[in-house]
Structures are given as C-alpha cells and as structure tokens.
C-alpha cells in the first residue's frame, strides 16, 4: 500500500495552461507539504498544510494554489504554466510534533515531472 | 551564506571505503536534522534522524555538532548499492518550515 501517491506521474503541457497535481497520504498524518525541484536538483519547499491550514507559503507565484480538503489530501493546481515551472513536485506528510512544530521526519511522494512546453 | 551547505561532490570510492559527508547550517535555533537519500529519478527517503548524542544503523553513523552548527554522515565498508546523493535536512525549532541542502552525490565503484 503506497503511503504517499501523486497523480499524475508525468505532465507535459504548453505555456499558458492550467495544470492540477493531486497527493493522498494514508500514514494518519497531520501536515503536508509541496516541493519544487528543478534541474540543478535542489528541492525547496513551497507550501506547507497543518490539519487543512496554509502554514508556509514559501514565496511561491500566486499561479500556483494549493487546497487540502482534508487531512489526507494537498492538491496543486497551477494557472497559466510557464516554462520555469518545469520541474518535478514533490508531495510529503509528516506528524507534527506534541509541541505543534514539524521535528519529526517527512516522506515523500514518487513525485509529478512537470514539462512546460 | 546558504541556511544549509553541502559538499557537492562527487565522491568516487571503492567498494568498502568509507566515506563521510558533512553538513553546516546557518541557524542556531534549528531543533531538527535528518539525512536523506535520493537515487535517481526517485524521491527523497529517510536515511536516518540525527540526534544529539549522535546515533548508528548499521553501517551509517550520524553526528551532530551544535557548537559548530554542523551534521555529519559515515558510511562504513559502502556497497554499490550506497550511491545515491544524500541530502542533508534542517528544521528549524518553532516551525515547519523544512530546508534540504543541495545534496552530496556519491559513486562506490566495485
């Protein structure tokens, strides 16, 4: 049983479009978070959901809005793509700790390969 | 300066070596650190927690250094299998807010 799943696995799209990316986690975890990583590979965090409230938001374009439903989903949708938004995304959860704060570990999705054509 | 830094590498070894990363980290507040690897094309999985008094799995030792503001990796007698890049994690206390440094990649040849 896969813990954290993103669909789609693959995205190829043309400039201008608009794009969703949908995560579940089954692992009973309170927090979730949307990662970008680009070419050069660095992974940087761009939003981040406690119990269904926008907790981080990393800088990141208003194109992009994330929306969790609930605990167990944190959907991506994206507005008018651009070229720099080819990436791959990564989709984790996480149990935030008794004190409320993220110090405990998180896992990944297997990850969206967005293409901006 | 970076909030993480890495080695970039790449660190070629044979079989067996051992090598060690390291990892600063610009925060003194920071509460949380991990170590991840990453093969290619896959997503990030935990390796291991670093905690305070330093802690073992198996052939990965990891360290922390709060005085100095850094964490460290020891991978002892490296199979084939070890390469990957190992990413370094920092949470900084108080929040959720989670920084990943650029990774080390590491290539154990037979």
């Known amino acids: 049983d896969t813990a954290v799943s993103q669909t789609p696995k693959y995205l190829v799209t043309q400039m201008g479009n608009d794009k969703s990316i949908k995560c579940e986690q089954n692992?009973?975890?309170?927090?979730m978070y949307w990662y970008k990583q680009d070419s050069k590979k660095f992974l940087k965090i761009m939003f981040s959901?406690?119990?269904?409230?926008?907790?981080i938001n990393e800088t990141v374009p208003n194109r992009f809005s994330p929306k969790s439903p609930d605990k167990a989903h944190l959907n991506l949708h994206i507005n008018s793509l651009e070229l720099g938004d080819s990436a791959v995304y990564f989709c984790?959860?996480?149990?935030?700790?008794?004190?409320?704060?993220?110090?405990?570990?998180?896992?990944f999705g297997p990850g969206t390969r967005l293409l901006v054509l | 300066r970076k909030e993480v830094e890495q080695d970039p590498g790449p660190f070629n070894v044979p079989e067996g070596a051992t090598v060690a990363f390291n990892c600063t980290y610009s925060?003194?507040?920071?509460?949380?650190f991990f170590w991840y690897r990453q093969d290619c094309r896959k997503e990030p999985k935990l390796l291991m927690s670093?905690?305070?008094s330093g802690n073992e799995d198996g052939r990965f030792t990891a360290q922390l250094n709060r005085a100095s503001q850094y964490i460290s990796l020891l991978i002892r007698d490296s199979k084939l299998s070890d390469s990957a890049t190992y990413l370094c994690?920092?949470?900084?206390?108080?929040?959720?807010?989670?920084?990943f440094g650029a990774g080390t990649r590491l290539f154990v040849k037979a």
């Open positions: 959901y406690n119990n269904k409230e926008l907790i």
């Open positions: 670093v905690y305070s």
């Open positions: 692992l009973g975890h309170d927090t």
């Open positions: 994690v920092v949470i900084p206390s108080g929040g959720f807010k989670t920084i």
């Open positions: 925060n003194s507040a920071s509460q949380s």
């Open positions: 984790a959860s996480s149990q935030s700790s008794n004190t409320g704060t993220a110090s405990r570990p998180q896992y």
